[in-house]
């Protein structure tokens, strides 16, 4: 049996639904994975970053964290206020990153990244910014240090899209994608279908733990150009800026607009679309990337996928479209993205 040692860096509802997961499939983890996985370091922005080289007991950690204790109450463990210093002085062999996500210079955890890709960790993680902002210089430090990053949960949290489409695709040209991409966005335009106005769906949708106090990085767009911008890099192998993601949020579209959609048989949605432009032969195909409400057609697999449920329908030469739909978001659900990508950097190493 392999053992892993992890640390995780970020202890939030991710980070947590990660580590619930860990222990409760432990045994299965043991019997159809052959791992044996031990957590011997934790970090969040409170408690700073512990460690215990035999192991954390993570549902004390889970204790502490839902009591609002800090972690330093775990027995047993030594700390280092930043997580930087303690993931430097310890080591292990996979980080499972999920600090939140910053659109602006990606920090902090594209410097956690780097420090555990440069001291040979693998690295799996939620966090959106340092995949939209740098994935090609951080895959270039994986590949330098022979060791896998892998971001499925970036991307409609634990339905496999990247995976599906990098391995269970290999070998396909995919020309285009385009996604749901953003569960609260969603749930708005589905409300407002439903004939709500904008500001009672988003009311509702803070209400129900859908939508931030702050709605901005979804209502106008930013989240959904985060995801597409990954996902230009690890289908495209595209470095775009954001500003090349031609972008338009939903707080102007009005219940006139969504009620003239649906008497012509249509669905407003916030559609992110990647889509490879044929031209100058001689030349690199240009890639387009868009975020925007789009009135589609009910025949479209998009039109129907309602409330905060997210879709990718991805168009490749060898079979035609291929529609994936799937919770976008959610403790257990971006959690089990990780866990997979954990799985899979084992498997690559075993
Ligand atoms: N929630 C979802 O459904 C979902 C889905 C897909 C992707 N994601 C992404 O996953 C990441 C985590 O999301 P979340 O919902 O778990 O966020 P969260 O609940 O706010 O948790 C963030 C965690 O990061 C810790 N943290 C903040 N700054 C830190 C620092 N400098 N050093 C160490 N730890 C730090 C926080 O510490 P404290 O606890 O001490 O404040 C907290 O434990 C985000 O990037 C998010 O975009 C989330």
């Not at 619930?20 to 011997?40: A, F, G, H, M, Y």
């Not at 954390?56 to 700390?79: E, F, S, W």
């Not at 895959?139 to 990247?162: D, K, N």
Request: include cysteine; proline fraction near 4%; glycine fraction near 8%.
């Amino acid at each position: 049996m392999k053992r892993l040692r992890l640390s995780t860096i970020g202890f939030g509802t991710v980070g947590q639904g990660f580590t619930e997961l860990l222990s409760t499939r432990c045994d299965l983890l043991r019997q159809k994975c052959d791992l044996d996985i031990i957590l011997v370091s934790v970090a969040n922005a409170h408690s700073g970053f512990i460690y215990c080289e035999d192991g954390l007991d993570i549902p004390m950690l889970l204790q502490l964290a839902t009591t609002r204790r800090p972690l330093t109450a775990h027995p047993g463990v030594t700390r280092w206020e930043s997580p930087l210093e303690g993931l430097r002085a310890t080591g292990a062999d996979i980080l499972v990153e999920a600090t939140p996500t910053n659109l602006h210079d990606a920090e902090p955890g594209i410097s956690h990244i780097r420090a555990a890709l440069s001291q040979g960790m693998h690295v799996v993680t939620a966090n959106k910014g340092p995949g939209a902002l740098a994935a090609n210089e951080l895959f270039a430090l994986a590949r330098q240090h022979g060791v896998q990053l892998r971001m499925e949960a970036t991307v409609m949290a634990g339905t496999p899209v990247i995976s599906a489409i990098r391995e269970g695709m290999a070998g396909a040209s995919v020309r285009a994608l385009r996604g749901i991409l953003n569960g609260t966005t969603n749930y708005i335009l589905t409300a407002m279908a439903a004939g709500q106005s904008y500001a009672t769906a988003l009311a509702d949708a803070q209400a129900r733990g859908y939508a931030e106090t702050d709605p901005t990085a979804d209502v106008e767009g930013h989240d959904a150009v985060a995801k597409t911008l990954i996902l230009a890099a690890l289908i495209f192998g595209r470095s775009l800026k954001p500003s090349a993601v031609v972008r338009q949020g939903i707080t102007t579209i009005t219940q006139e607009q969504v009620q003239q959609a649906i008497e012509q048989d249509k669905r407003i949605k916030l559609v992110a679309s990647l889509r490879l432009l044929a031209g100058d032969k001689s030349k690199e195909e240009a890639l387009e990337a868009r975020v925007e409400p789009v009135a589609l057609p009910l025949r479209d697999p998009l039109a129907r996928v309602d409330g905060v449920m997210n879709a990718l329908t991805i168009a490749a030469d060898t079979l035609s479209e291929v529609t994936i739909i799937g919770p976008g978001a959610g403790r257990v659900a971006t959690g089990q993205g990780l866990l997979a990508d954990v799985i899979a950097c084992a498997r690559a190493q075993a």
